[in-house]
């Protein structure tokens, strides 16, 4: 499976009401670790960052005996007896969350799970099997990574013979501000697209002042991907 993160030594360039600062990237930096970056640097932009992780399991193929970690921590083996219903495997998961930090709850129905861990840390399924599928085939599942409104990202199926096992998400960093900001993370492909966590080459946002803005409506610049 591909891991999601940025390309490494790519400079982020912040631009706030209090000034600039550029910020490194390193290979498979985590949501996370980007918002911490940006906010040891915030007072020499004014600018702050956020991050949050979300991924979504669903399409399980068959029944059958479930196992994998989650964050490098074992859920234990799962009994899924009908595979529109993983409510099972959500509580499964959620016994680790102390451990993980990662929580679980159901998504459109109980045939998907939303994973979220709210710090912006990567979301990482490792060690995938299934076992005793009522079909010739061990049953697979599909895990889909999601921006922090739910929208649909990339995915990856993670097959039950373990020949496809691991996937890990990367989250998503938002950035607010009192007053007008850009972020410019200066690095395009041969087709003229940004490369990294954000969707646009420069990004800039108009706030007046955090008491006339809702945050959680305030500019987001993400790109997420397993």
């Known amino acids: 499976a ?48 956020t991050a949050m992780t979300k991924a979504k399991l669903s399409d399980l193929s068959d029944v059958g005996k479930i196992s994998f970690k989650v964050n490098g921590e074992s859920i234990g083996t799962v009994a ?36 979220t861990d709210t710090t912006g840390k990567n979301i990482e399924i490792t060690d995938y099997t299934a076992a005793d599928s009522g079909a010739a085939a061990e049953a697979d599942m599909t895990v889909t990574a999601l921006e922090a409104d739910g929208t649909v990202g ?10 496809v096992d691991t996937a890990t998400v990367t989250g998503q960093v938002s ?3 009192t007053q007008t900001f850009s972020v410019n993370s200066a690095e395009i492909d041969g087709a003229a697209n940004e490369v990294g966590f954000f969707s646009d080459t420069a990004n800039a946002a108009d706030l007046e002042s955090v008491a006339d803005i809702d945050l959680s409506s305030a500019e987001s610049l993400s790109l997420i991907h397993i």
């Open 2 to 49: 591909e891991t999601g993160g940025v390309t490494p030594a790519k400079q982020l360039i912040v631009s706030g009401h209090a000034g600039n600062a550029e910020i490194t990237t390193t290979t498979d930096m985590s949501a996370k670790e980007l918002a911490a970056a940006v906010n040891a640097k915030s007072s020499s932009t004014g600018v702050q960052a």
């Open 154 to 163: 990339t995915d990856i199926d993670l097959k039950g013979d373990a020949s």
């Open 175 to 177: 950035f607010t501000s």
């Open 80 to 115: 899924i007896s009908n595979k529109d219903d993983l409510r099972s495997l959500r509580d499964a998961i959620n016994t680790k969350t102390t451990s993980t930090g990662v929580t679980a709850a159901m998504g459109a129905d109980n045939s998907e799970i939303i994973l």
